[in-house]
């Protein structure tokens, strides 16, 4: 009667998870994401009841489901009373105790992510608390990232992280199972993380908050703080204000008539079919995005927010895939999308395309007779890369592809091909330099080392077998 039944829902392409809480009832659910119809699944295969909805803060790497899922069933909406938001919600904090079914929830303030985060420790109808519902604030590992708000308030934030996860170690029971929303591959993660469970006795154990004093946990947390995707800006003030309803249904078709037409007048025109399929042929200058992960991560990256965007795919269920990603990061409405063979929907023009090759085809090609790009992450870049070759990340290859040559023949790796895929694209897209000699290394960064390739590590030099 009295236990809880907890389940997770994963969002692998933001690196993110939302959580369902039911008594076998009633239902409590943590931090939605916008598409919300896989809460209202669940909850109906599981014959429940949604009568709470909290979010441990307000987010800036997604646009939540939350207040339309609360309006959807009735749910009261627990949203921390301190966040100036433009809806009615139920304000909450320290000190409340919520009743949801025989479940009780008990805010607790944990600022650091965010000034007003906020973790949920969860009761049954025992009174014994089961698990705790993080946030942004103890991940596995690690803790959540503390320079979203800005930079001034940074060291402040960090200094709070560590002094938030120290308390819930404190004040929590050992068993108590840790339950964060980021560390999954979310940029809002510090540091990366490690497991896919914990308890509160174990993050006593192996959290840097726990096992670094104050100063040291601040100065290595912010020291490794990377960039982070643009669109996180969009999320805040959406959140904020309150986001729209969802609309997944399918948009307008477009003819190959108008997709030429979006093309010449700079609209961004994405393709979705997978990389080696846009290599071998594709519009000319549209953009590679592959419907596989980190797609929203990468295109909400690049993408201008007040561009028309259409999406090619190779069917509609491609297209509707790609619109519940977006619409995740604030991308609601694409102006239109096209299906099917990529040579039909040319209309008879000629299709562009390039090669695709591997870290063994750069060795036998020689690393010095060609210009090499690394589009990878400073933080990648500096473990180990390509001896010569030039380092642009790709999100900042649109303001700087001026440096890169237009008379050389320009090979470009990052970890895995993805990111070296939309970064051809983007290179081939530029109509003041739309002849460039590209070619995509479709290989994982770590089977560069099983090649004759010269490669720099942190301190030297090394040769590949």
């Known amino acids: 009667m009295n236990s809880i039944d907890i389940r997770t829902i994963e969002t692998p392409g933001l690196g993110d998870r939302s959580y369902v809480a039911t008594d076998g009832t009633t239902a409590l659910v943590i931090d939605p994401q916008r598409d919300i119809d896989r ?31 609360a309006q959807r069933t009735g749910a009261d909406y627990l949203v921390d009373a301190r966040d100036p938001v433009a809806f009615d919600r139920t304000p909450v904090g320290e000190g409340d105790e919520i009743v949801v079914g025989t479940m009780r929830l008990r805010p607790i303030a944990t600022p650091g992510h965010t000034h007003h985060h906020l973790s949920y420790a969860l009761a049954d109808g025992t009174g014994a608390t089961v698990a705790v519902f993080t946030g942004g604030s103890m991940l596995y590992g690690s803790t959540g990232r503390t320079d979203l708000i800005s930079a001034a308030a940074t060291d402040e934030l960090t200094h709070a992280q560590y002094h938030s996860v120290r308390r819930l170690v404190a004040e929590l029971p050992a068993e108590a199972a840790v339950l964060p929303t980021h560390g999954f591959g979310s940029f809002c993660s510090a540091t990366p993380t490690s497991g896919d469970a914990s308890t509160v006795a ?27 995707p643009a669109y996180y800006a969009h999320m805040g003030p959406a959140n904020t204000a309150g986001p729209a309803p969802v609309d997944l249904s399918a948009p307008e078709p477009v003819d190959p008539d108008e997709l030429r037409r979006r093309i010449g007048d700079g609209q961004w025109v994405v393709d979705l079919r997978s990389r080696t399929a846009f290599a071998a042929g594709h519009l000319p200058r549209s953009l590679s995005f592959e419907l596989a992960q980190p797609f929203a991560t990468y295109l909400g990256w690049l993408f201008p927010y007040d561009t028309a965007l259409t999406l090619i795919g190779d069917d509609p269920d491609q297209v509707a895939g790609a619109q519940r990603e977006l619409v995740r990061i604030g991308i609601d409405r694409p102006a239109g999308a096209a299906t099917g063979e990529i040579s039909e929907l040319a209309g008879g023009a000629d299709l562009a395309s390039y090669p695709v090759s591997d870290f063994a085809g750069l060795a036998a090609r020689g690393q010095d007779e060609v210009f090499v790009l690394d589009a990878r992450t400073d933080a990648e870049r500096r473990t180990s890369h390509v001896a010569g070759s030039m380092h642009i990340p790709l999100h900042q290859l649109p303001a700087r592809r001026h440096e890169i040559p237009a008379d050389e023949q320009v090979w470009i790796y990052c970890g895995s091909g993805y990111r070296a895929s939309v970064a051809a694209s ?14 995509v290394i479709d290989d994982a960064w770590a089977e560069a080392a099983d090649t004759d390739l010269r490669l720099i590590d942190s301190v030297h030099a090394t040769t590949g077998h």
């Open 39 to 69: 809460v209202l699944n669940l909850a109906a295969e599981l014959d429940v009841t949604i009568t709470g909805v909290a979010e441990t803060h307000i987010h800036n790497d997604y646009v939540t489901g939350g207040l339309e899922l």
């Open 202 to 228: 174990e993050q006593g154990r192996v959290n840097p908050a726990m096992t670094q004093d104050e100063q040291d946990f601040v100065d290595t947390l912010i020291a490794g703080l990377g960039a982070y």
């Open 426 to 439: 983007l290179l081939a897209a530029d109509p003041t330099r739309p002849d460039r000699d590209l070619v």
